[in-house]
Nanobody, 114 residues
Framework: QVQLAESGGGLVQAGGSLRLACVAS????????MNWYRRAPGKQRELVAT???????NYADPVKGRFTISRDIAKNTVYLQMNSLKSEDTAVYYC????????WGQGTQVTVSS
């Protein structure tokens, strides 16, 4: 059983930046991909960013050019650097480990004030 713990959320003004971190209890390299999802109030959960085992990255269109996913394999940590934040980025952000099973963190709240 892998546990994921997110941190780094908070309240920020529009145009500001936040960096989320997701620490895994096991090796993130054992997973096919590590993902960041988000769920905004009244909306469905959406995939925000992915980093694969090979290091390839992919982003949802609304965050392209503003968000960057990265990892530190030695620290079993995945990051999401979020710049130029907008009010529509307000959501609970979840870390996900994708392998034979799917594992989820508890989420971290990001609130962007306009």
């Amino acid at each position: 059983q892998v546990q994921l713990a997110e941190s780094g959320g908070g309240l920020v003004q529009a145009g500001g930046s936040l960096r989320l971190a997701c620490v895994a209890s096991g090796s993130i390299f054992s997973f096919n991909a590590m993902n960041w999802y988000r769920r905004a109030p009244g909306k469905q959960r959406e995939l925000v960013a992915t980093i694969t085992r090979s290091g390839s990255t992919n982003y949802a269109d609304p965050v392209k050019g503003r968000f960057t996913i990265s990892r530190d394999i030695a620290k079993n940590t995945v990051y999401l650097q979020m710049n130029s934040l907008k009010s529509e980025d307000t959501a609970v952000y979840y870390c996900n480990a994708q392998g034979g099973n799917m594992y989820w963190g508890q989420g971290t709240q990001v609130t962007v004030s306009s």
